[in-house]
């Protein structure tokens, strides 16, 4: 899988509570043959609309703050350590002694 990757566990139907199979143990113990690759479970009803907008912001602010998190590394891997010659670093000529960083 991608480094990464987020997988997030969605139970629907959560209105027919006296037909649900799936325990919480159940979940949990899915998460963990997953590695805990699981960001985020959830429990929604399509029908009633319970948990639906919660678990979408949910989804929506985990994968901006990963974007944001990718980004800001990217930014850092691009201006980082930066091996530039004496010559570019110092257009007007300069010591040939000085630090080329």
Known sequence: MQKMTKIF?????????SRIQITDSDMEAFCEQCHNLVSG?????CKTGEGVEEM?????????????????LQAIEETSFQ???????NP???????CGC
């Open 9 to 17: 566990l969605c139970g629907n139907k959560y209105d027919q509570k």
């Open 41 to 45: 479970v959830y429990k929604t009803s």
């Open 56 to 72: 979408f912001k949910d989804i929506a602010s985990q994968l901006a703050m990963t974007n944001r998190s990718r980004m800001e």
């Open 83 to 89: 091996v530039v010659p004496p010559s570019q670093n």
């Open 92 to 98: 007007a000529g300069g010591s040939e002694n000085s």
